[in-house]
């Protein structure tokens, strides 16, 4: 029966990412989720692909990716579904199949598909998926194959091209840019929002040694989430102005229309505190007004700046996406290759023991009455030039079919 390959991918450029989220499985609950649409579908391989803004399911079996097989799929899967939001989601899948995803998971896993190109995460990513597929015995001999190649490929496009060279997220530009700065470990870190801006900013901080923050936020439960992560303390954000205890960096990011911190409230921060500070304003509009920088001693990373190496950066990643292409190119006619030598492989698995059972019937039945009647000496030497023909017989058949195919 043939056999086919699909993907099935909801991305940032089919579905806002709360939508995507709603198809997340936790690892823990993938197995008593999908091993009952796998038996109904006879999905023969799987493997489950979840990101922040990326869900992805890669089936291997003998069914066709119809709108049939796909509204099966996601009502056994996703049994609290309405038929409304099953019919949804079959409307906005991008399914591929066979050549067409092949190349779809290797762009994925090389990050020319991915919200920001050249982020190496992703690589990261498809190896976990790959390892609880295996773990909840969902994979099998195409997809342990596919993926090896996938990643051994991503590495390729990583060493070889420049696309994940300079960083584009504007939180790994602010904090390159600090690093710079010379800042001291004991700095004291002023927190404004708690969003996922500043809360990736902050773990940058953390990662590199900082360990003294003190949050605010709108939400206080937010402010608290983030401080216990960091190990600081939380205020509501009404409570700003009234906070005494000081800052050598200041970095916010709110959601606010109008900017929240104004020369008052930074000279009332600063508490008579005359040394440089340094501001990192992550929130458009900007939090901070524009007269801080002009009635203060600042030394500021600014959205402004951040975006626009934000851009240049992308710009020069996605110049290197035509040598990233032509390595992909190279990756699926490989694996083509690699594919058919398996096959052969696999197919040449019943030879050894056809081999054998040839040499046991001739020795025990054929040839008995003859072998009974030679001496030991000969009876040796003839289960020497058996043995030495049983293995050229084993391997010259692989060996020209692995010819006959390089040749074609």
């Known amino acids: 029966m043939l056999t086919h ?99 779809h998971i290797l762009r994925v896993a090389s990050s020319i598909d991915s919200l920001v190109i050249g982020e ?46 300079k960083p584009v ?49 709108r939400t206080l439960t937010k402010a608290q989430s983030l401080a216990d992560e960091l190990g600081g303390t939380a205020y509501p954000l009404d409570q700003l102005t009234a906070y005494t205890g000081g800052f050598d960096i200041l970095v916010t990011c709110t959601g606010a229309e109008e900017t929240i911190i104004t020369p008052e409230v930074y000279s009332f921060l600063l508490q008579g505190d005359t040394a440089p500070k340094i501001t990192i304003d992550l929130a458009l509009p900007n939090d901070i007004h524009a007269d801080v920088h002009e009635q203060f001693s600042t030394r500021q990373i600014s959205i402004n700046v951040l975006q626009s190496i934000s851009e240049s950066h992308l710009q020069e990643r996605s110049q290197e996406i035509e040598h990233v292409e032509a390595i992909l190119a190279e990756a699926i006619e490989s694996f083509n290759h690699l594919l058919k030598l398996r096959r052969i492989e696999i197919a040449m698995r019943p030879v ?13 039945d054929v040839f008995k009455a003859e072998l009974e009647n030679m001496d030991a000496d000969s009876k040796e030497l003839l289960e020497k030039i058996v043995g030495y023909m049983e293995k050229k017989y084993m391997s010259m058949p692989m060996k020209m079919a692995k010819e006959i195919l390089i040749k074609h």
Do not use: W
């Open 5 to 103: 390959f699909h993907t099935i991918a909801f991305t940032h450029r089919n579905l806002d990412v709360s939508a995507i989220g709603k198809l997340h499985i936790e690892a823990e609950n993938q197995q008593v989720r999908f091993n009952p649409v796998k038996e109904q579908l006879h999905i023969d391989e799987l493997l489950f692909l979840s990101t922040c803004n990326r869900v992805e399911f890669l089936l291997v079996g003998p069914q066709a990716a119809s709108i049939d097989f796909l509204t099966t799929f996601f009502t056994q899967l996703y049994p609290d579904f309405t038929q409304d939001t099953i019919d949804f989601y079959v409307a906005n899948a991008s399914v591929v199949s066979n050549i067409e995803a092949i190349d």
């Open 120 to 165: 190496r995460e992703i690589i990261t990513q498809v190896r976990h998926a790959y390892d609880d597929a295996h773990k909840n015995g969902f994979s099998g001999d195409f997809i342990r194959l596919l993926i090896k190649h996938v990643i051994q490929t991503a590495k390729r496009v990583y060493t070889e091209t420049k696309i994940s060279m």
């Open 169 to 217: 997220s504007v939180v790994s530009i602010a904090y390159q840019r600090l690093q710079g700065m010379d800042v001291p470990s004991d700095a004291r870190v002023l927190v404004v929002g708690a969003g996922v801006t500043n809360t990736a900013m902050c773990r940058f901080l953390k990662k590199h040694g900082m360990s003294s923050f003190v949050v605010f936020n």
């Open 352 to 364: 050894p023991q056809m081999v054998k059972d040839i040499k046991a019937t001739a020795f025990n």
